[in-house]
């Protein structure tokens, strides 16, 4: 069995650590690279960094943001937000991403997922999904449907049925953010991460949500999630990384200790 693994999220918007609910009321809350080095020296498995307005803005990450969190950390980096080609997602690992994530391009152009994996390898290709619960339909009858732009708009597009080709066109590993739960602290949406983890068979780390370490512990079993992903409960000090790992980890959960 893997070692369950916890992330912390960095959503950066012109160069300053940014948080909103629900991709709404978003806020300047810090500097990216001091929190990712807090993280890091505290246990983190491994960081996330969001350029969450490079999509909709139509411009490139801000690769001196990515280079100076790099030099900061020695876990995976898994960096997205406005990775258009092969071109963005190499110059992305030569500033230091070990994974490259992509979303709303992909979703316009699916074949994006299968350019980025020949180029880096599978393994460093994250495939990350903004999903919204809707009403059940002929074209989403999952009642769940992909959203792109920083959940602006909406796609038509089963979030199973999009998981399912994510992973066929080669991306090693989805990112599923409920837009729904997203920045509540109310929980993770389990029934939507389970369905996606019992869909495919490459690994899913959840997103949108956490608020307590029983909602990362009822992800990572009930809803069947490989990594769980936290951003508002260690950002604004609610809790320590080492504090959410060792609750994890007394609860019978493989986890990664370093103490």
């Known amino acids: 069995m893997l070692s369950k693994r916890v992330i912390a999220c960095l959503d950066v918007r012109d160069g300053k650590l940014a948080k909103s609910v629900r991709f709404v009321d978003t806020r300047d809350i810090g500097d990216p690279v001091e929190k990712a080095r807090e993280y890091y020296l505290d246990g983190l498995d491994e960081l996330v960094f969001y350029d969450i307005t ?20 020695f876990i995976p980096l ?59 339909t002929e074209v989403c009858p999952s009642g769940y449907e992909i959203v792109i732009n920083g959940g602006r708009k909406p ?28 920045g509540t602290r109310e929980g993770y949406e389990l029934n939507l991460t389970a369905r996606i983890s019992e869909a495919v068979r490459i690994p899913v780390v959840a997103s949108g949500g956490a608020g307590r370490p029983e909602h990362l512990y009822d992800v990572l079993t009930t809803g069947k999630a490989d990594a769980a992903l ?13 504090e959410l790992k060792r609750y994890l980890h007394d609860r019978g959960l493989k986890i990664r200790m370093s103490w």
């Open 54 to 73: 490079a999509s909709s803005d139509r411009r490139r990450i801000m690769l001196d943001v990515v280079e100076a969190v790099a030099a900061q950390v």
């Open 78 to 136: 898994s960096v997205g937000g406005g990775v258009r080609s092969v071109a963005d997602a190499t110059d992305l690992r030569l500033a230091g991403a070990e994974k490259i994530n992509v979303n709303s391009a992909a979703v316009q152009r699916p074949a994006l997922i299968s350019e980025c994996a020949e180029a880096i390898g599978n393994q460093n290709v994250v495939l990350s999904m903004d999903v919204r619960r809707v009403a059940p």
């Open 155 to 182: 796609m038509g597009i089963d979030a199973l049925a999009w998981a399912r080709e994510g992973e066929r066109l080669g991306a090693g590993e989805l990112v599923v953010n409920s837009i729904d739960a997203d």
């Open 230 to 242: 936290v951003a508002s409960m260690v950002h604004f000090g609610d809790y320590r990384v080492s």
